[in-house]
T-cell receptor, first 113, second 114 residues
Framework: AQSVTQLGSHVSVSEGALVLLRCNYS??????LFWYVQYPNQGLQLLLK??????LVKGINGFEAEFKKSETSFHLTKPSAHMSDAAEYFC???????????FGTGTSLTVIP | DTGVSQNPRHKITKRGQNVTFRCDPISEHNRLYWYRQTLGQGPEFLTYFQNEAQLEKSRLLSDRFSAERPKGSFSTLEIQRTEQGDSAMYLC????????????FGPGTRLTVT
């Protein structure tokens, strides 16, 4: 089975600073990879997805992620944090069949004014 | 398209009671998933349907849990004889049949068992 590790359960950044949220997956075969954002008491919203078309993936709200096969990583970045980015972020991996998604434990992002 | 909807949004029940949740997926999506999420954790996979067929079930899904998708459209998740440990957010998601199978989530149903 796949697994996803998100380093850092809590990340704090100042408004305007770089956001870096880390995700590592366990797989010998490049799977499908995703980042989701969750606001309090809401469902998950898709930020971006990796489908092997390009290693640098751009998503909504200025976020992007880079797939690095050699490091089995898919870290999420945003050049300049905004107060509205404060939320819980989840990395997820899917096998090629799409029958199951495996989610990380999440990283809570706090943006300091 | 209005996205994935779930009802009710909140449910408070007493231990031992049965509860049923409903999920309406995005209309053109064949795949439907149920997850459970507890505080501070990521969603845990419970079960998955393709059309009306239930193709995967997690070992987390005890005999008290049952899910159906009778006509391949909406789905229901029933929990019988609820326990306090069942208190969680229950999330539904849907996706199309072709890869990369990105899932679109509903707002969830928050269950509190007292």
């Amino acid at each position: 089975a796949q697994s996803v590790t998100q380093l850092g359960s809590h990340v704090s950044v100042s408004e305007g600073a770089l956001v870096l949220l880390r995700c590592n997956y366990s797989s010998s075969v490049p799977p499908y990879l995703f980042w989701y954002v969750q606001y309090p008491n809401q469902g998950l919203q898709l930020l971006l997805k990796y489908t092997s078309a390009a290693t640098l993936v751009k998503g909504i709200n200025g976020f992007e992620a880079e797939f690095k096969k050699s490091e089995t990583s898919f870290h999420l970045t945003k050049p300049s944090a905004h107060m509205s980015d404060a939320a819980e972020y989840f990395c997820a991996v899917s096998e090629n069949t799409g029958n199951q998604f495996y989610f990380g434990t999440g990283t809570s992002l706090t943006v300091i004014p | 398209d209005t996205g994935v909807s779930q009802n009710p949004r909140h449910k408070i029940t007493k231990r031992g009671q049965n509860v049923t949740f409903r999920c309406d997926p995005i209309s053109e999506h064949n795949r439907l998933y149920w997850y459970r999420q507890t505080l501070g954790q990521g969603p845990e996979f419970l079960t998955y349907f393709q059309n009306e067929a239930q193709l995967e079930k997690s070992r987390l899904l005890s005999d008290r849990f049952s899910a159906e998708r009778p006509k391949g459209s909406f789905s229901t998740l029933e929990i019988q004889r609820t326990e306090q440990g069942d208190s969680a957010m229950y999330l539904c998601a849907s996706s199309s049949t072709g890869g990369p199978y990105e899932q679109y989530f509903g707002p969830g149903t928050r269950l509190t068992v007292t």
